[in-house]
């Protein structure tokens, strides 16, 4: 009986180290993976909260902000008028085809038509932008 039990716990916790090690990997690849993908962002957009706009306006807090919000930034009517708040669904919304989603906004971007370099790109943005 207590040989069962010890058994048991014994893989149970092995089972539980595997499974924390896959989620860790899981998680570290899609950040990554989204840091490489944000390249693609960085030449016009700052990540840091002390870095001034560049071609476009700072994202640095960008997650529940209101679009078109940033401080100094010359924003097009467009995207000024848009009133939209930057949740996780309505930034994959923009960055899938910033066009469609605001049209006549002025990011000369075309848009990531991959939804899995999407999620890995917001993973990776939640965690510096915090
Ligand atoms: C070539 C320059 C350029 C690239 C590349 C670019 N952006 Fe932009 N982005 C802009 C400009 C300019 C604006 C402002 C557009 C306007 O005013 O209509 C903007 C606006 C935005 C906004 C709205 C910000 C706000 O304050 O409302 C978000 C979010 C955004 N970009 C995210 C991204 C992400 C994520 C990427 C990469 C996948 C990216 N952009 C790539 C230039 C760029």
Redesign the pocket.
């Known amino acids: 009986m207590k040989t069962m039990k010890l058994k048991h716990i014994f893989y149970t916790s092995l089972i539980l180290i595997l499974f924390v090690r896959v989620e860790f990997v899981l998680a570290q690849t899609s950040e990554n993976r989204g840091e490489i ?2 390249e ?6 700052s990540i840091n909260r002390s870095e001034a706009n ?6 640095f807090g ?1 997650f529940g ?6 401080e100094g ?8 008028k ?1 009133n ?1 708040t ?1 949740s996780l669904k309505n ?1 994959d919304a ?2 899938s085809d ?1 066009q469609k989603m ?1 049209p ?6 075309d ?2 038509s991959s939804a899995s370099d ?1 999620a890995d ?1 917001l993973v990776y ?1 939640q965690k510096v932008f915090k």
């Not at 902000?65 to 940033?70: F, H, L």
């Open positions: 993908v944000f693609s962002c960085k030449t016009c957009h560049m071609v476009g306006p700072s994202l960008v902000r209101k679009s078109g919000q940033v930034f010359r924003y097009s009517p467009a995207l000024k848009s939209i930057w930034l923009y960055i910033p605001i006549g906004n002025r990011m000369p971007f848009g990531i999407r790109l943005m």
